[in-house]
């Protein structure tokens, strides 16, 4: 099992980046999947889920209404569109399974929000 996160990097407030998880090495489209981040010195957080087909979504309460999480399951692909970023946001961002048996986390991608 594998996960390569891409798409993070240095963004003023405002703006907006889009990350990309490429998942491997198990059924992807069969597994509710999600986002989490970890900012400097605190805990790993759940920020976004995704059912298996896609259609349900969750948010934690201080990103809803400008990240919007979505997948590919052809493609083996999950996405996080983040909008309006605040400093707050600031945090590697990766991707695993939404639920607690998690696999192997990936290297994930760097976020950083400031002017």
């Known amino acids: 099992v594998q996960f390569v996160e891409s798409g993070g990097g240095l963004v003023q407030p405002g703006g907006s980046l889009r990350l990309s998880c490429s998942a491997s090495?198990?059924?992807?489209?069969?597994?509710?999947m999600a986002w989490y981040r970890q900012a400097p010195g605190q805990e790993r957080k759940l920020v976004a889920s995704i059912g298996r087909s896609g259609v349900s979504t969750t948010y934690t309460d201080s990103v809803k209404g400008r990240f919007t999480i979505s997948r590919d399951n052809a493609k083996k692909m999950l996405y996080l569109q983040m909008n309006s970023l605040k400093p707050e946001d600031t945090a590697v961002y990766s991707c695993?399974?939404?639920?607690?048996?998690?696999?192997?986390w990936g290297q994930g991608t760097q976020v950083t929000v400031s002017s």
């Open positions: 090495g198990f059924s992807f489209g069969t597994y509710d």
């Open positions: 695993n399974r939404a639920s607690a048996v998690k696999y192997l």
